[in-house]
């Protein structure tokens, strides 16, 4: 029994331990996965109306960071166009983006028309509507935006994309395939807009990159509880085995270990809550980010990612401690907390720095991103109903890290500009500037 005892505190540590660390590997991006469109793994074409008795003039310039895409469009052709065709090299069918959630595309285009739209067209091959001889058998998953120039990156879902109705028609695709399709993409195309006019136009793509998951959350937790089920019924036979020999003995041990077993995961989760949160605002605190924000600050260095943080003080929260008393100070720095942590995105990170002062760091955000969520944060807070029944506003810092210096002088300019805030009169949000 003393076997069997040590053979199940050891797989507990171990199923602890691998979930544990495998989500909070997840929880710091280490599933994340990128795919860049570049020359290295594509080639860049133009194709225009040409085809179609248009008289449309194209050039193509490759200069190592963008590709830019000129063209005059001409009135010979019944729908005049012309767009940058991106076909993989060195891969057969194509390239899987059905595990990517996201696309990131950098843009920059130049029109008569402000505001005008560009088409982009990820092409699918299946063989079962798809021919190697007919290139518009290739389904069209397309969204249809307008990119405006100098806006720098936008991140679209890839469920944003949906198949052109008169390609559904023209192929008569049956309902089970004329959704959205992304296992084997062979050709990207980004193309001017539906409506154009007979002129010059120039598309500027800067960037290409897809966002996905090596594993998926749900995918995680599955397979940890797989994990733990397989380690229970392993338990469970062995255990039914020894029944029949000492069923009243196994029972009463058992019912031991279990208890142990309970303690010891109460005592891990007191742990960690204990290691990583602030007790009166339920946000992370100094100790928990200091586990983290170098790590997570060199895989945005390597990986070129923006990071930003939103450095946050409550406004005149003496004066709360002095009106009300230091306990509705206390219920004001929870509610507070709660208000963040409720308005804070995904994969942004709440912290406690001290006092009333809290800190959002907000990865893959850049200046002007983290600017704007600072702005609704600022007007959640003063139109929000507090529960002690007066208005209560804060002041915010917004600070892009800058790839030269530590985190200190990062954390030290987010500072820089609250202070700032302030003394513009508070209730407002100021910058750092990233150069």
């Keep these: 029994m003393d076997r069997l005892r040590l053979r199940l505190r050891y797989t507990a540590y171990i199923l602890l331990s691998f979930s544990f660390f495998s989500y909070l590997f997840y929880m710091l991006g280490g599933f994340n996965k990128e795919f860049v469109v570049s020359a290295k793994n594509a080639a860049f074409s133009s194709i225009d109306d040409t085809t179609q008795g248009g008289d449309t003039q194209t050039y193509l310039d490759i200069d190592g960071e963008s590709i830019v895409l000129n063209c005059e469009l001409g009135k010979a052709g019944q729908w005049p166009f012309c767009e940058i065709a991106i076909n993989f090299t060195n891969i057969a069918r194509g390239i899987d983006l059905s595990t990517y959630h996201s696309v990131g595309i950098d843009v920059d285009y130049f029109s008569p028309v402000d505001d005008e739209r560009i088409r982009v067209y990820l092409r699918n091959y299946d063989p079962s509507y798809s021919s190697e001889n007919d290139p518009i058998s290739l389904k069209f998953n397309a969204i249809e935006y307008a990119p405006g120039a100098g806006n720098g990156l936008l991140v679209i ?80 036979y062995f255990e039914r085995r020894r029944l029949n020999f000492q069923l009243q003995q196994v029972v009463a041990k058992a019912d031991f270990l279990k208890d142990a077993n309970k303690n010891l995961y109460q005592k891990s989760m007191k742990f960690e809550e204990l290691a990583f949160t602030d007790n009166l605002t339920g946000t992370q605190n100094r100790h928990a980010v200091d586990s983290w924000l170098s790590e997570i600050l060199d895989f945005s260095r390597l990986n070129c990612h923006s990071f930003s943080i939103i450095y946050i003080d409550i406004d005149h929260f003496k004066r709360i401690n002095d009106q009300f008393g230091h306990h509705c100070g206390d219920e004001v720095l929870k509610e507070f907390g709660r208000v963040l942590n409720l308005r804070a995105r995904k994969t942004d990170v709440v912290v406690r720095w001290g006092g009333e002062e809290f800190i959002i760091f907000c990865p893959a955000t850049n200046l002007r991103s983290a600017q704007e969520f600072a702005e609704q944060l600022r007007n959640i807070v003063e139109h929000y109903h507090w529960s002690l029944g007066t208005t209560i506003t804060c002041s915010l810092g917004v600070a892009e890290y800058r790839i030269d210096e530590s985190v200190d002088e990062f954390i030290s300019r987010a500072d820089s500009a609250l202070y700032l805030a302030k003394e513009q009169g508070r209730n407002r949000v100021e910058i750092s500037p990233v150069s």
């Excluded at 052109?164 to 062979?186: R, V």
């Excluded at 195309?189 to 006019?197: M, P």
């Excluded at 960037?207 to 994990?227: A, D, H, P």
């Design 157 to 236: 879902p890839m469920d944003s994309f949906q198949v052109l109705s008169w390609w559904i028609a023209e192929y008569a695709i049956p309902i089970e395939k004329a959704g959205p399709e992304f296992s084997q993409i062979q050709t990207i195309e980004i193309a001017t807009g539906s409506f154009v006019k007979p002129t010059n136009y120039t598309i500027r793509l800067n960037k290409l990159v897809f966002y996905g998951q090596w594993i998926s959350e749900s995918t995680l937790l599955r397979i940890n509880m797989m994990l733990w089920i397989s380690a229970a019924v392993v338990f469970l």
